[in-house]
């Protein structure tokens, strides 16, 4: 009799669980299935979207810091020398930053980095070029060389690496990025034919051995065994490289401000200044001394080249001293951009090169002499930094070694029912490539113009008025004389 009772109990029980179940169900106050995978239960009812997150990801310091190295890789390509099939090359012109060098400056006490500058075609990394590039600059005697250069080295030749000296990664980096040109232009295009003459082609590097000998690696990978008698190398004695047109007083007083500026964040930063005076105590210097050697630049060359860190007896400098000084940079950037000084400065600062630019392209459409197919400026990062900011490109990664910015002037098919006069200008295009990514439409003299694939191009005369005219709104002038010599209200 007990027996029956309990098992009458049980049974009592478990149908008071099932209906609670169910009703509970029922009421939504407990899922029926999982969170992660809801369905709507019926087809009418509306679907809400998730919440998207669209805050900009914080970029990595350390990764960042292996982008800026550049490690040679065989399997990148760009985008230069793309186009509609009918579409005519007329003109290249490339401004390039050198490649890997040594640091400018040492860490005090602390070891300099281990690093080989002599140039071996077997030891890592390499390029099939590598030993034919070294066999052919040794008869660079046969070339023409402005003064300034002839008494470089065409070569970086030193067991142990000296200061800014280009290595063995810079010059393959370079030897790379020449055969990228070369299938973009010399295979594809043709820009420059069989039988090509210095008439043709234009190079000019700052007075560096480092980027003389980038502009030559490049200049290899792009025309294998070139002949020397036909190369004309021309010095430009501005990092600018605005020749005759560098005397701007207003740019002078913009980049002090910017340095101002500058020098402001960079002491409001409390964990920046720590760090400095942790590495300090390590290798027993005074911070002021410390900063004063720019460590980030040693630390940058150990990183790229897979070195351990300086170590001294009271320690050993570290990754992460490096990556909160390579966030600081990051955010300086940030603020650079938000603020506009820097634009200001680099407007005027890249003013001449650009005018050049334009120029060049102009003759090399209407078949005049200074009109080169194709010309190559071998520079610095404080060269194409404020070439990216005056072109609008204020989002642009900082130049990494070897970076390269490229301009191509195109002519298309002459269209139906064009008019006489301006029609032949009507006809040009330009595109600009930042380290082989196509970036033109993001450029302040075509960010307006709507994209599509009917023309991927930019009208030449965009940029033809931006340079000599829409760039000095800002600094509300109409030309660059008036821009730069304007008194200070």
Known sequence: MLARTRFVLLLVVAAVLAVLSF?????????????????????????????????????????????????????????????????????????????????????????????DCMLVPYRSPSHPLLATFINHMSWGGRGRWD??????????????????????????????????????????????????????????????????QSGLALLYGLLPDFDWAEVLVQHQASTLFCGAHCDCPARNRYLEEEQRRQYRLRVADTELDRTYADMARMVGVAPRQLRAANPVDSLTCHLCHGLSFP??????????????????????????????????????????????????????????????????????????????????????????FAARLVFELWRIPPQPRQEDGSSERQRLFVRILYDGEDVTFQTAFCQSRERHPGQPLCPFDNFLSFVRRDMFRTLNATSYQEACHRRPV
């Open 311 to 400: 170590c001294t007896a009271q320690g050993c400098l570290s990754p992460r001293q490096l990556a909160i000084i390579k966030r600081q940079q990051l955010e300086d950037e940030e603020d650079r951009r938000r603020q506009g000084l820097y634009h200001r400065y680099a407007l005027l600062a890249a003013h001449p090169f650009l005018n050049r630019t334009a120029g060049c392209m102009l003759r090399a459409a209407e078949g005049r002499d200074g009109g080169e197919a194709l010309a190559v400026f071998s520079a610095h990062d404080v060269t194409l930094v404020p070439l990216l900011s005056a072109l609008g490109l204020a989002k642009a990664r900082f130049p990494r």
């Open 147 to 212: 003064p300034t250069l002839s008494a470089l080295p065409r070569l970086p030749s030193h067991s142990m690496c000296e200061m800014g000296e280009l290595t063995q990664t810079g010059i393959v980096q370079h030897l790379r990025n020449g055969q990228l040109l070369r299938d973009a232009y010399m295979k594809r295009h043709r820009l420059l034919r069989p039988g090509w003459t210095a008439r043709q082609l234009y190079v000019e590097s700052t007075g560096k051995s480092r980027t003389l």
């Open 23 to 115: 009703s509970l169900q029922f009421l939504h106050i407990i899922p029926v299935s999982p969170v992660g995978d809801e369905r709507s239960p019926g087809k009418n009812r509306k679907r809400v979207p998730p919440v998207l997150h669209t805050e900009p990801p914080v970029l990595d310091p350390i990764k960042e810091a292996y982008a800026y190295c550049n490690i040679p890789n065989r399997t990148e390509r760009g985008w230069e020398g793309h186009s509609p099939a009918d579409y005519e090359l007329l003109s290249v012109q490339v401004m390039i930053r050198h490649g890997d060098r040594y640091p400018l400056y040492a860490i005090p006490k602390t070891k300099r980095p281990a690093v």
